[in-house]
């Protein structure tokens, strides 16, 4: 009984696997036959705007100069711009990505950079956190940008809250004591991907004024019931 229960969930899994698949090719060759027919009305419509003219057919030329308007109007419409930020909690470091789509597909290559913050700058000078630089760091999601999506947000966005606390910077310098404990900390629950942890713990530091033991002990009861 259980055998058969295990192949059948399995070939119901693998039934959807490709109705998705196909699903996905038909809507992309839909999108490609529309981009196609947008080409060709664009195409048309210049020549006839251009045969209008010389005729000096006015209806022709502008029924040409509408067959132009209309696909650069859907093209205008249509294209939107695809926005990511992911943090590499390996390299501590920011990477944004941005590209063009229409209707679902990539117009242009995705181009990308990576940032910091002046407080990671600071830790980093700091020697709190050790040059690290795996052949393959990990990326977790911080948050991106889409029309019509809502909610394009990862754990990560956490460590962005956390890190572009600049005011701790100065926190530090004047709480020397309290820094050599939180920092290392920040850096070890940032490795371990504890990001929710990691905000609260900056944004409890800053402006703390009670002792390190004090600061240790919120810390640790944080990181003890994390996921409770």
């Known amino acids: 009984m259980h055998a058969g229960t295990q192949t059948w969930q399995f070939s119901l899994r693998t039934l959807l696997i490709v109705v998705a698949v196909v699903a996905m090719w038909c809507g992309l060759f839909v999108a490609l036959g529309v981009i196609g027919l947008l080409i060709a009305a664009l195409l048309h419509g210049v020549e006839m ?73 600071y830790l980093r000078q700091e020697g709190y956190i050790e040059a690290v630089n795996p052949a393959h760091p990990r990326w977790d999601y911080v948050h991106g940008h889409m029309p019509g999506v809502v909610g394009m947000r990862g754990e990560a966005k956490d460590a962005l809250r956390a890190f572009r606390e600049e005011g701790m910077v100065d926190w530090s310098k004047s709480h020397p004591e309290h820094a050599k404990y939180l920092w290392p900390k920040v850096v070890q629950l940032t490795r371990e991907q504890k990001y929710y942890i990691v905000d609260r713990a900056v944004r409890e530091a800053e402006g703390f004024e009670g002792t390190t033991e004090e600061l240790r002990s919120k810390i640790e009861f944080w990181e003890a019931t994390w996921g409770q």
Do not use: Q
Request: aromatic fraction near 16%; charged fraction near 20%; charge should be positive.
């Open 49 to 121: 705007a251009i045969t209008g003219n010389r005729r000096g057919n006015r209806k022709l030329e502008w029924t040409g100069y509408a067959l132009v308007a209309l696909p650069l109007l859907v093209f205008f419409f249509g294209c939107y711009t695809v926005y990511h930020t992911r943090f590499s909690p390996d390299t501590f470091t920011f990477r944004s990505t941005v590209h063009l789509e229409f209707c679902g597909i990539r117009m242009t290559p995705e181009k990308s950079h990576e940032w910091s913050k002046p407080l990671i700058d």
